[in-house]
């Protein structure tokens, strides 16, 4: 069993920029893969990055050159650094952990004003 804990989300401006963090109740390299998923309201939640226990790191396309994803020197900790906020980056963003399972956090909100 992993929890997941998101902070950091909050209300920006265009061209702002904002870190999440995501605590995890184990060490994140005991974890396959983890990552961020956003979603808006009546749309699927979507990929944002993924970072895999190895270090190899995915983006949607829609944020690469913005977005870093990255493991703390905590050991439980990853974070999502974005930069360069646009309005469409507005959504809930979503922790993920797959350890043979898949586990979600709660969520928290980014809100991108024009």
């Known amino acids: 069993q992993v929890s997941l804990v998101e902070s950091g989300g909050g209300l920006v401006q265009t061209g702002g920029s904002l870190r999440l963090s995501c605590a995890a109740s184990i060490n994140t390299f005991l974890i396959n893969t983890m990552g961020w998923y956003r979603q808006t309201p009546g749309k699927q939640r979507e990929l944002v990055a993924t970072?895999?226990?190895?270090?190899?790191?995915v983006y949607a396309d829609s944020v690469k050159g913005r977005f870093t994803i990255s493991r703390g020197d905590v050991r439980n900790t990853v974070y999502l650094q974005m930069n360069n906020l646009k309005p469409e980056d507005t959504a809930v963003y979503y922790c993920?952990?797959?350890?043979?399972?898949?586990?979600w956090g709660q969520g928290t909100q980014v809100t991108v004003s024009s």
């Open positions: 993920n952990a797959i350890r043979i399972s898949t586990y």
């Open positions: 970072i895999s226990s190895g270090g190899s790191t």
